[in-house]
């Protein structure tokens, strides 16, 4: 199965004091047993950076480990679909068109980066918010 996991299912699935660590981390083990082909948007690279290294545990995530977590987890997994300069102002003007504003842009791009991957699948914490950005998606939209 072809799938795309945004940000909230990378942190959970890596971070094993997240509240939805259990969920999460089964999913990241199928990537690793070859029973899932993982994309990723390459925007999520920098999304999960931001999260890990505000984390709100102690000892905190510092920068290197944030790195090494992404490089672990995600880069040596995943293929990255990088958006052109195109498809982000068409993204941004579908939005536009759906009356959506705020943090949906990002649920949008990585909605975006799953549909140009063609992936069955785009595993998020956050089911609704990617329904909105990307409504004719809704059946591919599950969570962990």
């Known amino acids: 199965m072809k799938a795309m996991f945004d940000t ?3 942190v959970a ?16 083990k199928r990537v690793r047993a070859g ?18 290294t505000a ?6 995530i510092g920068p290197g480990a944030a790195a090494r977590i992404i490089s672990e987890n995600v880069e040596n997994n995943a293929k990255l ?3 052109t300069a195109s498809e982000y102002r068409t993204t941004i003007r579908e939005l536009a068109k759906l009356r959506l504003t ?8 990585v909605a975006r980066s799953a ?3 063609g992936v069955e699948r785009l595993l998020t914490l ?18 962990p």
Do not use: Q
């Open 8 to 10: 909230s299912v990378l």
């Open 13 to 28: 699935a890596s971070v094993r004091a997240h509240p939805m660590h259990r969920r999460s981390i089964p999913w990241l």
């Open 35 to 52: 029973e899932i082909e993982l994309h990723v948007a390459a925007h999520s690279l920098a999304e999960c950076y931001a999260v890990l």
């Open 55 to 60: 984390f709100p545990i102690r000892p905190r």
């Open 81 to 83: 679909v990088a958006l």
């Open 102 to 109: 705020g943090g949906v842009v990002y649920d949008a791009l």
């Open 115 to 117: 549909a140009k991957a």
């Open 126 to 143: 956050n089911p609704d918010d990617f329904i909105r950005a990307w409504p004719e998606g809704e059946e591919l939209i599950a969570t």
